[in-house]
């Protein structure tokens, strides 16, 4: 099976500021790869599939990019709502569709 | 509206079983795979078991194959889990959602609790 990682496994940054994180799969995935926030409590929320799309009504500092085994999650400016963890996911082909392990984003 | 509605957690002893529903509404529930996730409390998301939208074709996670079985009813718009000898490690809320490009909708969540 195809396994996912992501890094970091958590940060801290100031409201204002760009982060990115990165997830890469053990295979090339093409741009088979979904982003997803998870807040405290709450169901996840799909941001982007394919590596790139923005799901209807997620606001614009949220992109991705990246294909094959290599992918980013941007975030443009980090807003306070925005503290959440943030899982990857592999959709290419047959099941299992595996997540990463999480990256955990709170303000500093 | 899409609504993803998961019943059928509880508790349960170690060794006993349980059966998770999943009801959906506002869309074709016919035309989709159906999956289901798991996470354990204070753990991500762990990918447990897929459906085909005819039933046809199922998919279950090393973890828990041999013991949960996957089923639907188009009929109902139901999507089941069956869960068999339950361990400690199963403890966890379980979400159903739909993909297929990504999981667009999920369920709120049904909290499976394992203990003696």
């Known amino acids: 099976d195809i396994q996912m990682t992501q890094s970091p496994s958590s940060l801290s940054a100031s409201v204002g500021d760009r982060v990115t994180i990165t997830c890469r799969a053990s295979q090339g995935i093409s741009n088979y790869l979904a982003w997803y926030q998870q807040k405290p409590g709450k169901v996840p929320k799909l941001l982007i599939y394919a590596a790139s799309t923005l799901q209807s009504g997620v606001p614009s500092r949220f992109s991705g990019s990246g294909s094959g085994t290599d992918f980013t999650l941007t975030i443009s400016s980090l807003q306070p709502e925005d503290v959440a963890t943030y899982y990857c996911q592999k959709y290419n082909s047959a099941p299992p569709f595996t997540f990463g392990p999480g990256t955990k984003v709170d303000i500093k | 509206e899409v609504q993803l509605v998961e019943s059928g957690g509880g508790l349960v002893q170690p060794g006993g079983s349980l059966r998770l529903s999943c009801a959906a509404s506002?869309?074709?529930?016919?035309?989709?795979?159906m999956h289901w996730v798991r996470q354990a409390p204070g753990k991500g998301l762990e990918y447990v078991s897929a459906?085909?939208?005819?039933?046809?074709?199922?998919y279950y996670a090393n973890s828990v194959k041999g013991r949960f079985t996957i089923s639907r009813d188009n009929s109902k718009n139901t999507l089941y889990l069956q869960m068999g000898s339950l361990r400690a490690e199963d403890m966890a809320v379980y979400y159903c959602?739909?993909?297929?490009?990504?999981?667009?909708?999920w369920g709120q969540g049904t909290l499976v609790t394992v203990s003696s």
């Open positions: 959602a739909r993909g297929p490009s990504g999981f667009d909708y």
């Open positions: 459906i085909s939208s005819n039933g046809g074709s199922t």
């Open positions: 506002g869309f074709t529930f016919s035309s989709y795979a």
